[in-house]
Nanobody, 124 residues
Framework: QVQLVESGGGLVQAGGSLRLSCAASERTFRWYTMGWFRQAPGKEREFVAAISRSSTYSYYVDSVKGRFTISRDDAKNTVYLQMNSLKPEDTAVYYC?????????????????WGQGTQVTVSS
């Protein structure tokens, strides 16, 4: 069964950094666009970042541009989200997700595999 497992969440002070990791259970994920989403209490899920196969393309929501960096290590079947200059409004459960298409996409509906989520809390 296809699995995505996130790790790296935690509690950090404003201005601090965290790196989230997402380990995929199958090597086929190296061919897919993968992304990170987040959901804060009482808010809708938000598309944070995405990265294409071979890291050719990337996408960031405006609120994290210049602070977050998505990357992937296909040898380890792992996608990362480096989060710097964290703000209290970044507090959310962060989810890793994958498409099952080899083409570049930022359509939310194309993300069909999901991890269980990891909590990120930024204190002021």
């Amino acid at each position: 069964q296809v699995q995505l497992v996130e790790s790296g969440g935690g509690l950090v002070q404003a201005g601090g950094s965290l790196r989230l990791s997402c380990a995929a259970s199958e090597r086929t994920f190296r061919w897919y666009t993968m992304g990170w989403f987040r959901q804060a209490p009482g808010k809708e899920r938000e598309f944070v970042a995405a990265i294409s196969r071979s890291s050719t393309y990337s996408y960031y929501v405006d609120s994290v541009k210049g602070r977050f960096t998505i990357s992937r290590d296909d040898a380890k079947n792992t996608v990362y989200l480096q989060m710097n200059s964290l703000k209290p409004e970044d507090t959310a459960v962060y989810y890793c997700a994958s498409t099952k298409t080899t083409t570049w996409t930022t359509e939310v509906d194309d993300f069909v595999y999901w991890g269980q989520g990891t909590q990120v809390t930024v204190s002021s």
